[in-house]
């Protein structure tokens, strides 16, 4: 097993335990001693997990937690950002919204009279728009439902999206740096990446809380996006910064 692959399964297997020892990891992974210490340490670097005599736990805030849960977490903020997003959005286009709480907030304030096709890969989203099929065109990436309890993802959900060339591109993360974004687990990542590929206008939304916050999974550096769109909590120093990196930056 390839090093990033086993340090991947490490950490979903400690996000879940959120304790373990080192023994254990050992049994469950199949090397020695000094592999599994080599790994915990390089985990430990991205601020995941946090190493303890004999064993690691999962770092404060880096699990996945459900949808229902992060729903109710900066939510005026989110509003704020998914308000400046919809400006961005013209009737006839094509969209992608990821399974994203911030995300799921542009198709709650989504204007009666707005005629867009929407392909989304959240179960809430489907939820908000069935009964809107008069001006909107639905169309749900499939897959098995993930422990978010909102996104769909697996090999069926990335060989769809790999088909699909939309106008514009909507995703949100678990944090970003001056570097890039990233996410604090798997799920909805591989479906993140082909889209962002895959379209023609590519927008990051989240808010400032999540600056200088680090996930396992790199979603993209700035040139995978083309606007940012954040609050104006962000710090001063740090919105100078992503300015000179990013085609546009957006405070709402």
Known sequence: MQTNNRQNLICSYIQEKQTVRVSELISKFHVTDMTIR????????????????????????????????????N???????????LERIPDHCTLY????????????????DKKVTVFTDSFEALLLLRNRLDTVSVFLIGGEL???????????????????FVDLCFISCGGFTTEGFTNPGITGSQVKKIMLKNAKTRYLLADSTKYNRRGLYMLGGWS???TLITDDGLEEKAQIELRSRLNELILA
């Open 224 to 226: 995978a996006i083309d």
């Open 38 to 73: 080599r790994d915990l340490d390089k985990l430990e670097e991205t601020g995941l997990i946090v190493r303890f005599h004999g064993g690691a736990r999962a770092a404060e805030g880096s699990t996945e937690f459900s949808f229902s849960t992060r729903t109710v977490e």
């Open 75 to 85: 939510a005026e903020k989110k509003r704020q950002i998914a308000q400046r997003a």
């Open 97 to 112: 919204i990821d399974g994203s709480t911030t995300c799921n907030e542009i198709v709650r304030i989504l204007p009666q």
């Open 146 to 164: 993930s422990k978010d309890s909102n996104t769909l993802d697996g090999y069926i959900a990335v060989e769809t999206a790999q088909k699909l």
